[in-house]
């Protein structure tokens, strides 16, 4: 059965930093590009960033460029999204999300998704 | 910042046909880029729902039903019950913002 389940979210500060991770069962993660999605409470899905299957190629939402950091180990089947100087507009449930091509790639779907882990920042 | 809209809520009584709009640009379902629909049942992850404008993943039933036409695209849901309460989301990509997008969102309630 395929799996992903997210961690590393909690309760942090404006301005500190965070790692989230995701880590992949029931399938070889190194077999498929991977996403970070994320949305905030009440309101809709954001997609953040895309990592290719051997990492080397990196996409980012412009609402998040330089200060998220996607990144991949495929030898431990696991997902990663580092969070620089957070704001309060970063509070969200962030979801991992396999990207899965259907017809053709030239629009992928995702085709599984974590639970999510939950990031709050506050004071 | 969403660039798919739908509306923010549509309802029906139980049997009853419903469906979801989600309207883009040339950026993105214009310029042919597949449609996916995705339902995100109250407290959990969102869950593929179609795929490349009209497919069913397997062990998605056939109450479910997508279109797309031009800029636009359409999510029915046939013979509504209770459990079909949920918000849903259409997406695509964009080649303007060169990323996947998301629709704004849609409730869909069960008189």
């Known amino acids: 059965e395929v799996q992903l389940v997210e961690s590393g979210g909690g309760l942090l500060q404006p301005g500190g930093s965070l790692r989230l991770s995701c880590v992949a069962s029931?399938?070889?993660?190194?077999?498929?590009?991977m996403n970070w999605v994320r949305q905030a409470p009440g309101k809709g899905l954001e997609w953040l960033s895309y990592v290719s299957s051997d990492g080397r190629t990196i996409y980012y939402a412009d609402s998040v460029k330089g200060r998220f950091t996607i990144s991949r180990d495929n030898g431990k089947n696991s997902l990663s999204l580092q969070i620089n100087s957070l704001g309060s507009e970063d509070t969200a449930v962030y979801y991992c999300?396999?990207?899965?091509?259907?017809?053709?790639?030239?629009?992928?779907?995702?085709?599984?998704w974590g639970p999510g882990t939950l990031v709050t920042v506050s004071p | 910042q969403s660039v798919l809209t739908q509306p923010p809520s549509v309802s029906g009584a139980p049997g009853q046909r419903v469906t979801i709009s989600c309207t883009g640009s040339s950026s993105n379902l214009g310029a042919d880029y597949d449609v996916h629909w995705y339902q995100q049942l109250p407290g959990t992850a969102p869950r593929l729902l179609i795929y490349d404008d009209t497919d069913r993943p397997s062990g998605v039933t056939d109450r479910f039903s997508g279109s797309k036409s031009g800029t636009s695209a359409s999510l029915a849901i046939t013979g509504l019950q209770a459990d079909d309460e949920a918000d849903y989301y259409c997406q695509s990509y964009d080649n303007r913002l060169r990323g996947y997008v998301f629709g704004t969102g849609t409730r869909v309630t069960v008189l």
């Open positions: 029931g399938f070889s993660l190194r077999s498929f590009e």
């Open positions: 999300a396999r990207r899965r091509c259907g017809h053709s790639c030239y629009s992928p779907h995702f085709d599984y």
